[in-house]
T-cell receptor, first 115, second 114 residues
């Protein structure tokens, strides 16, 4: 079955430390891959996306993600976390060949930032 | 304008009430979505409208009734809801229904059913 797994439910990092949030997907073909962020009480905002090409993609707010086909992973990274990065992070996929592709979300990772 | 605007931000209703949630976008997007999000969970797709026609209904109970009056507006009519329907309701839009996953979300309407 198609699925998106975010192994870490909750992560705490110190401000200024580096961050990596994990995401694994289960599909036959390479899907379109996304990371969304949701601040408390807010809607979701697209951080970055991968469709094809360069496997290292840059996003907004200093985030980047790397697609690794061999590991079926699309991990999100940031070299130095700011207190304002505390939020819920969702990895998501869409099957690229689907005409009515549904955005399938992982369960989310809650990021807490310590001062 | 890259915003999706949802009203009201908060809504409290009884199980016998009729209310509506509204969503508006002026980005020229032709696909609009309703998602339901429970606390600490990912959003769940409810409905998709493409070119003002309902294209996906994810087996949502009939007490939720979507409406798309024009390409900029999306409503969700609520009637005879249950307490378990309390959630954050998110509206989103995308350029077309060929969903490449690039959705623009509103801030949501937080619904409490008493």
């Amino acid at each position: 079955a198609q699925s998106v797994t975010q192994p870490d439910i909750h992560i705490t990092v110190s401000e200024g430390a580096s961050l990596e949030l994990r995401c694994n997907y289960s599909y036959g073909a390479t899907p379109y891959l996304f990371w969304y962020v949701q601040s408390p009480g807010q809607g979701l905002q697209l951080l970055l996306k991968y469709f094809s090409g360069d496997t290292l993609v840059q996003g907004i707010k200093g985030f980047e993600a790397e697609f690794k086909r061999s590991q079926s992973s699309f991990n999100l990274r940031k070299p130095s976390v700011h207190w304002s990065d505390a939020a819920e992070y969702f990895c998501a996929v869409v099957l690229g060949s689907s005409n009515t592709g549904k955005l399938i979300f992982g369960q989310g990772t809650t990021l807490q930032v310590k001062p | 304008d890259t915003e999706v605007t949802q009203t009201p931000k908060h809504l409290v209703m009884g199980m016998t009430n009729k209310k509506s949630l509204k969503c508006e976008q002026h980005m020229g997007h032709r696909a609009m979505y309703w998602y339901k999000q429970k606390a600490k969970k990912p959003p769940e797709l409810m409905f998709v409208y493409s070119y003002e026609k309902l294209s996906i209904n994810e087996s949502v109970p009939s007490r939720f009734s979507p409406e798309c009056p024009n390409s900029s507006l999306l409503n969700l009519h609520l009637h005879a809801l249950q307490p378990e329907d309390s959630a954050l309701y998110l509206c989103a839009s995308s350029k077309t229904e060929r969903n490449t996953g690039e959705l623009f979300f509103g801030e949501g309407s937080r619904l409490t059913v008493l």
